[in-house]
């Protein structure tokens, strides 16, 4: 069974910056794709970043694509997965949890599948 390990979270001011990291067992990292996800409080789950294994091509969500400060990547050998993001928000407070993925079309879907669940995320909370 896989495994999941989000870190790197925390309290940042707004327009602070945060590095967050998904180690990810081999089972997970083999998957095709590797996606954050992010739950704010009294919100579902939703899709933020996606990355395909083979050769790195990355995708975002709508409400990201238009900000250049945030970025995913991934290390295959390490079996690690990060996301950059620069620039905070309040609105990006939130739970970050890291997972395979599958992509149906443009829509991008959890696949924990592969960890056996989720991992415990990790917060980000970004003050105004």
């Known amino acids: 069974q896989g495994r999941l390990v989000e870190s790197g979270g925390g309290l940042v001011q707004a327009g602070g910056s945060v590095r967050l990291s998904c180690e990810a067992s081999?089972?997970?990292?083999?998957?095709?794709?590797m996606a954050w996800f992010r739950q704010a409080p009294g919100s579902l789950r939703e899709f933020v970043a996606g990355?395909?294994?083979?050769?790195?091509?990355?995708?975002?969500a709508d409400y990201v694509k238009g900000r250049s400060n945030i970025s995913i990547s991934r290390n295959n050998d390490r079996g690690t997965l990060y996301l950059q993001m620069n620039s905070l928000k309040p609105e990006d407070t939130a739970v970050y949890y890291c997972?395979?993925?599958?992509?149906?079309?443009?829509?991008?879907?959890?696949?924990?599948?592969?960890?056996?669940?989720w991992g415990q995320g990790t917060q980000v909370t970004v003050s105004s």
């Open positions: 081999v089972q997970t990292f083999s998957g095709t794709y």
């Open positions: 997972n395979s993925a599958i992509k149906a079309g443009s829509t991008w879907y959890a696949n924990p599948s592969l960890a056996g669940g």
């Open positions: 990355i395909r294994r083979m050769d790195r091509k990355t995708e975002y």
